[in-house]
């Protein structure tokens, strides 16, 4: 990179002295450490399946590639490519929603997948960031003309997309997207009894989920009494801390990976904690929270409201999706089934969260080189901004 000048005009230049570069480096960092972790736990649920040993491996590899050049493509993206990208991947993904209701196979009672041209898609992956960029500039819109009902139709098209995830059901991707777009609301400027309204909506919704939804009963029952059920892969997650220690086990040493079917997706992070300690999980954890916590403190530079509403949201996105895949590992969460980001096994988890993490590090990039003024999101009604 050496060979890219400041004065220098080409794409890649700009995207080079713009891009927050340590943000990048935290990323490819885990995409790295997820690396390492599949091979490693993948390996004996290749075996139990009668798949060939590094079958999930190789996967993984080519889904981390693709992750990582959507990752790169959509970073050289202007804010108005990324605004209209997330128009038009959220109207697919509405489509690929009910089309997954319809035709979409049943996995264990929930109807989550579609297969789009051979390959297993998870529409939910990719609807949540074009959820949170479509949000952001309906509420920005909102907040420069007072007169135009963004917040109205970012709340109709939440309750639309919650209800096509409850239909699935997946509670959990529910919650999450309801706590984005909760924190999108306040970051707009909610008052403070909407807020408080906000809190009491949440906590009667997952009451009403514990009370109607049989397996969210269940869940939620063996979390507060685990005597209640069956607490298999929880307690044998907390097993894997225990005997891994501060410094782990070893690389390959590990035994959870060969009893847990879920080694090398929902509970990899366990995996972690046998094979090389609390000290790598606690360096995870710090990775987690650089990402986050850097990307908020470059908005905090930024004028354009639609920008901080949008990185706002998707680094929310991400930084809620680690907590509650780690809270569940760590059993102070319910048990839910949720990827922990760029480090789990999946190929929809992986291309999505390339493509979140894409629109992140094109929305904070500096001294940005554009061809005219930064229209504001309030034009909705004169043109396509």
């Not at 997820?34 to 993984?60: I, N």
């Not at 074009?130 to 098209?157: E, N, T, Y």
Request: charged fraction near 15%; glycine fraction near 10%; charge should be positive.
């Amino acid at each position: 990179m050496s060979l890219l000048s400041r004065a220098d005009e080409s794409l890649v230049a700009r995207w080079w002295w713009t891009v927050d570069r340590w943000l990048l480096v935290a990323v490819i960092f885990l995409l790295g450490a997820g690396l390492v972790l599949t091979f490693g736990a993948s390996t004996p649920v290749a075996e139990r399946l009668g798949l060939p040993v590094f079958y999930f491996a190789k996967r993984q590899l080519v889904f981390l590639a693709l992750g990582l050049v959507l990752m790169i493509a959509v970073s050289l993206a202007s804010v108005k490519m990324v605004r209209r990208g997330a128009i038009a991947l959220f109207a697919l993904c509405l489509v690929l929603m009910v089309v997954t209701l319809l035709f979409g196979p049943d996995y264990n009672g929930a109807t989550r997948w579609v297969n789009v041209a051979g390959f297993t898609l998870q529409p939910a992956e990719f609807l949540k960031p074009a959820f949170a960029v479509v949000s952001a500039w309906l509420f920005a819109g909102a907040m420069d003309d007072k007169s135009f009902p963004g917040r109205q139709i970012a709340s109709g098209l939440f309750v639309l997309c919650a209800g096509l995830l409850i239909l699935q059901p997946d509670i959990g991707q529910t919650i999450l997207l309801g706590s984005v777009w909760s924190i999108q609301m306040i970051l707009a400027g909610l008052p403070l009894l909407w807020i408080g309204g906000l809190l009491v909506l949440g906590i009667v919704t997952v009451f009403l989920c514990y009370v109607f939804v049989p397996h969210v009963t269940e869940r939620f029952n063996r979390f507060l009494d685990p005597s209640s059920g069956d607490t298999y892969q929880v307690d044998t997650a907390l097993n894997a801390f225990r005997a891994g220690g501060l410094f782990g086990r070893g690389p390959g040493e590990g035994a959870v990976k060969k009893v847990l079917p879920d080694a090398h997706t929902d509970y990899i992070f366990a995996v972690a904690g046998e094979e090389f300690g609390a000290l790598v999980c606690l360096i995870i954890v710090g990775v987690f929270a650089v990402i986050v916590m850097r990307g908020l403190v470059r908005l905090t530079e930024e004028e354009d409201p639609f920008i901080v509403l949008a990185a706002g949201g998707l680094l929310s996105l991400f930084g809620l999706q680690a907590m509650i895949n780690i809270g569940v590992n760590l059993a102070l969460l319910p048990s839910k089934g949720m990827t922990l980001p760029f480090i789990s096994y999946g190929g929809s988890s992986m291309l999505a969260l390339g493509l979140s993490m894409g629109m992140v590090l094109a929305l904070t990039r500096k001294n940005r080189f554009e061809t005219g003024p930064r229209l504001h999101t309030s034009t909705l009604r004169g043109h396509w901004a």
